[in-house]
């Protein structure tokens, strides 16, 4: 588990904890990215969206106990939530230009399975080893 505040500096501080979580569990090159994109954006949304930027809060980081060839993460932050279903798709004409949204189109595109949990304050995402 790793636990940071709600910096956008410590963005940095995951990508670490991801690398050697990746080197741990002998993850493939290819899906490495898949990973870091996904929890970097996960990160992100929860620090800006989720903590509002707030210091004071937390983001938890937690590697889930996973099934045998998959990785299970967790992310959670210390605010209100969201509504999934409020997410415009950012690759639609009417939404190409709009701000927001592509972070979780992201992770969803990336992961092999995303679960938004607590309101949308925790994203669970799984990626296959195998």
Known sequence: ?????SCPSNIRVVEGFV????????VTQDLYPNILISLTEADNNAIRHGNNLDESKQVEITLVNSVPNK????VSDE???FNVNDIKDPTTSENI????????????ELADEVHFLNNGSTVEMAFKLG
């Open 19 to 26: 690398q050697h979580l990746c080197q741990e569990m002998n």
């Open 79 to 81: 605010g209100r939530g």
């Open 97 to 108: 230009f709009r701000i927001g949204g592509r972070g979780v189109f992201l992770i969803r």
């Open 71 to 74: 990785i299970c993460l967790r």
């Open 1 to 5: 588990m790793l636990k940071i505040s």
